[in-house]
Each structure stands twice: as structure tokens, then as C-alpha cells.
């Protein structure tokens, strides 16, 4: 059985910019016959002065400048003081042909919206949905491609057209190309989001599948930029061992997660081959095995049956109706980007069922000075109360910042250690697991208070205006859904399925 188990998802913001072009665009129309006459003599006799071409076809004054003002917004003619000659665009298409009858084309002013990426001014079809924010992780484009863009844009739109020209329904069987790009304009720059899952094979290797339709879409140059850029973003600290990871498996007294531990290494490939695939290694009754960030589809699935069941009164313990809270690791590539975002989502709807007011709140690091940044990155919609967590002096983050951590109170919890992997340790793989344990759980919540109240308690972050009228001044009065006493009476836990 082969194993390929996901463990993170980031999604990256390509620079783009879009904008409006009004260009003469060569169609697969025939020239009316006239306009077609015109252009044949005025290439038999060069040059000729308005008078003589006028009373040639017997046109009064307005007839004849209306013909020549409309071939000359065509780019057909050119008028020299008061006299006419063809373009050289027309001259090329006489020329291309090999002789005096060529086929002409309409050319026609059209006005046109297109998208570009600021690497290899490729076009793109529409963004649609909310705009990148800072939530994603942002690559950067060239200073000179940024400010030559216009420039730029204007030599894709005439070199690229016919890609261009396949988005759109109207052009897609009947254009022939440009003929002249007569303005472009900036309308707004922005970030084409591109998902990155991070698997990890039988092997212990890591893979990286960048979004399908991107690289589909994508010329080569732009694929090895991205996957240059995602290389370049992923943190290269040195980091001896996996610190952290023996004070988690004692504080939960994992000790089927503690066999793979063996001297400072642990072997993450035989606890997934064992625990994940062959499934032949199971954690006790009221316990389940979980990999992968929390925010993870599949993962938000198992959590969000779990909190619907205990809000619906499924389980043997009656309803819990009460707010979830969700502390987050210390690495700068966890929660970035649409998997993170979803899951929020998914969490904020299943906790208004029942007709409460209750919320997922979310811990997170946050050194003095920095909240700003940190409200940045995890700003999602729907996501109401983040709460900070900040250093204090001469005091070690909770396992080194390597534990991630859910708990609906008294219902179950989460819990998840961040793991170096081996040849590429700037990378996290989450291990853990979820239960109903009421030791598991009442663990939890003392490592949650432990890291949130007192003298570490950073407030909660500023969303609004409104927000500013309501910040709380300590961890009790900010979470007091997480003000209960000890879970030592409530002596149960449910098998889950």
C-alpha cells in the first residue's frame, strides 16, 4: 500500500495587474467594397491629394473626409498635410500577399480588460472571488518589471493576442491579431492565488504539488518561478532534534507516540506506515490518530462532525453548546492562505447551531509591537476574536512553539506537535491526535490557560472601530467560556467512530 499523506497546504499570491487596452484589432471580415477600391488605387497611384480622390468618386466634401477619417482610425491610410497614402500596415498586407490583390481585413477599435502576471507578462483569464490579502504568502516580482509594466503589457497584448483572443467568446474564430495598440492603463495590481500541498511518500520524502489548473495554464519559466519563490519561503533555521516533542508525549502520556521516538529522532515514516495507512497500531479507546494541520479538509471534516454531534446532543453526554478554542503554532507557514480560511468558516457556522452566540476563538503569538502583523496574517472573513499570546522574559514559549491545540470544552480536544522533517527542516509535519479523554482534556486546557492568562495575555486583536470600545483587560473577561472548574467529575469519554 502506497502512502501519500498531506500534511500542509499554503497558498501564495502571484503579483498580477490588470488593464484596460483600446487596441485596432484585425478581424475576419471583408473591407466593404469601396474602402477595398480605395485601398487597390491608392497603391496603383501612391499619393494622391484629397481634391483629386474626391471628385474621382464624384463624393461631395463630408462624403470624403468621412471615407478617409474612417480608414485612418482603421490604420488603412495616412493623410500627409492634404494628401492621402496608404500605411504601412496596409503596404505589409500588399506586400505579404506577393502582388496587388490582397485579401483585406476589417480593423476595428475594441476596447478590452485583460490580466497579466508581473513575471512573464503572461495573460490570465479573470480573478475571480475576494482579492489575495495578507493572509497568503506574497511572492515578489522584479523592481523593473514593476515599473515597466505598462510598457511591458502593451508588447504582450500585441505578441500574445491570439492566447488573449481565446478567452474571449467574441474574438476567439474570428481575429487575426493586432494592428495597433493605441492606449493601455493600469486599473489595479494584485496577487493570483496559487495553492501548495506539501505530502509527505512512503519514502519520508516530501512532495510539493503546485494548484493543476496554474500549471496547466502556465508557460515553464513561470511554474520554476513559483516553485523557486515557495523554496526560497520556507524557513532555514538549524534546529537540533525535535524540541518540545518529549515534553508533548509525556504531558498527554502518549505512549504509543513515544515508541517512535527512539533515542532524539523520531521515526515519522514507520508511524505513518502503522498508525495512518496499515492502520494495524491504534491509540486507546477514546482516542483517535491525526496528521496533518488541523485546517486540513479532512481533518476540518472529523472535527466539525464532532462539535455538531455534542451541539445536537448525539452523544450520551446531552448537549454542549460553548465557544472553540483553537491555539495556534509559532511558524510562519501555518494557517496561510484558503484551506485556513475555509476552515474558519466551516468552525464559525457549525458553532452557531443552536441557537448561541458562540465563536471559535484563536491563540496566537504575538511579540509587543508585532500585533499588527499577526492580525494581518490570520485576517479571514469571518473570523471575530483573536486573542494574543506575548513573550515574557526569561520564559520558554510552550514547546518551543511546536504545539498546536483545539479544545470544545468539555466535549473533546486536539492536539498536535510540530515536526521537523528530516533533509528539509524549515518544514512542520503536525502529528497528534483527538480525544475525549477527560485527562486529555483538562491537559489542554490548563497548556491554553497557561500560555493565555496572567501576565502572557496580549488582548484581543482590533478588527473595527467598534472592536475598540469592547477590548478586554485580561483573559477572564476576553474568554470566559474557558473560566470552568476541573474536569475531574465528569468521569466519561465517547468511542468515536
Keep these: 500500500m502506497t502512502m501519500q499523506a498531506e500534511f500542509n497546504r499554503v497558498t501564495f499570491g502571484l503579483p498580477i495587474e490588470t488593464f484596460h487596452v483600446e487596441a485596432y484589432i484585425a478581424l475576419d471580415e471583408r473591407l466593404p467594397v469601396v474602402t477595398e477600391f480605395v485601398l487597390r488605387l491608392l497603391r496603383v497611384c501612391g499619393r494622391v491629394p484629397m481634391p483629386a480622390l474626391r471628385n474621382y468618386f464624384g463624393f461631395t466634401d463630408s462624403e470624403a473626409l468621412s471615407v478617409v477619417e474612417s480608414l485612418a482610425r482603421q490604420g488603412l491610410i495616412e493623410l500627409v498635410e492634404e494628401d492621402v497614402q496608404l500605411s504601412s500596415f496596409a503596404i505589409e498586407r500588399f506586400e505579404e500577399a506577393g502582388g496587388d490583390h490582397p485579401r483585406f481585413n476589417k480593423v476595428e477599435l475594441k476596447k478590452d480588460t485583460v490580466t497579466f502576471d508581473l513575471i512573464s507578462f503572461t495573460p490570465l483569464r479573470p480573478v475571480a472571488g475576494e482579492l489575495a490579502t495578507d493572509n497568503t ?11 515597466e509594466s505598462k510598457e511591458r503589457a502593451r508588447l504582450a497584448y500585441r505578441q500574445r493576442y491570439p492566447e488573449i483572443a481565446s478567452m474571449r467568446d467574441d474574438l476567439r474564430d474570428k481575429s487575426f491579431g493586432v494592428h495597433s495598440v493605441e492606449d493601455i492603463e493600469s486599473k489595479r495590481r494584485s496577487y493570483l492565488p496559487i495553492p501548495v500541498s506539501f505530502s509527505i511518500d512512503q ?23 513559483v516553485n523557486e519563490q515557495v523554496t526560497a519561503t520556507i524557513p532555514n533555521t538549524i534546529v537540533l532534534g525535535d524540541p518540545g516533542l518529549e515534553e508533548f508525549i509525556e504531558a498527554f502520556d502518549l505512549k504509543l507516540m513515544g515508541q517512535y521516538l527512539v533515542g532524539k529522532k523520531f521515526d515519522l515514516t514507520g508511524y ?30 472529523r472535527v466539525v462532525a464532532r462539535i455538531r454531534d455534542r451541539r445536537e446532543g448525539k452523544r450520551r453526554i446531552g448537549k454542549l453548546l460553548t465557544s472553540l478554542a483553537w ?28 441557537g448561541t452566540s458562540d465563536s471559535l476563538f484563536i491563540f496566537a503569538n504575538a511579540e509587543q509591537g508585532q500585533e499588527n502583523e499577526v492580525i494581518a ?8 476574536e483573536l486573542h494574543f499570546s506575548k513573550p515574557v522574559l526569561n520564559d520558554d514559549s510552550l514547546m518551543k512553539g511546536r504545539v498546536e491545540l483545539m479544545l470544545y470544552p ?18 512542520w509535519a503536525p502529528i497528534g491526535f483527538i480525544s475525549t479523554i477527560p485527562k486529555h482534556l483538562e491537559t489542554a486546557h490548563k497548556l491554553i490557560q497557561s500560555v493565555m492568562s496572567r ?40 468511542e468515536e467512530d
Excluded at 468539555?410 to 518544514?427: D, I, K
Aim: charged share 25%; aromatic share 12%.
Design 137 to 147: 504568502i506574497k511572492l515578489n516580482a522584479a523592481e523593473d518589471a514593476l515599473g
Design 203 to 225: 519514502d519520508g520524502q516530501v512532495e510539493r504539488k503546485i494548484d493543476e489548473a496554474f500549471e496547466r495554464a502556465a508557460p515553464a519559466a513561470l511554474v520554476q518561478f
Design 272 to 301: 505513518l506506515a502503522d498508525v495512518h495507512v496499515a492502520q494495524n497500531v491504534k491509540y486507546p479507546r477514546g482516542m483517535d490518530s491525526l496528521f496533518g494541520n488541523i485546517y486540513l479538509h479532512e481533518n476540518v471534516e
Design 327 to 354: 491555539l495556534t503554532p509559532d511558524y510562519t507557514l501555518w494557517g496561510r492562505g484558503d484551506s485556513f480560511a475555509k476552515s474558519v468558516a466551516q468552525f464559525t457556522n457549525v458553532l452557531k447551531t443552536g
Design 377 to 384: 496574517q490570520f485576517r479571514v472573513p469571518q473570523l471575530n
Design 410 to 427: 468539555t466535549g473533546f480536544m486536539v492536539g498536535a506537535y510540530h515536526l521537523s522533517l528530516p533533509g528539509s527542516r524549515g518544514l
Design 455 to 494: 501576565r502572557r495575555y496580549g488582548g484581543r486583536a482590533k478588527f473595527s472601530q467598534k472592536d475598540e470600545r469592547t477590548r478586554p483587560i485580561s483573559f477572564e473577561e476576553g474568554c470566559p467560556f474557558l473560566q470552568y472548574s476541573s474536569l475531574n467529575s465528569h468521569g466519561h469519554f465517547d
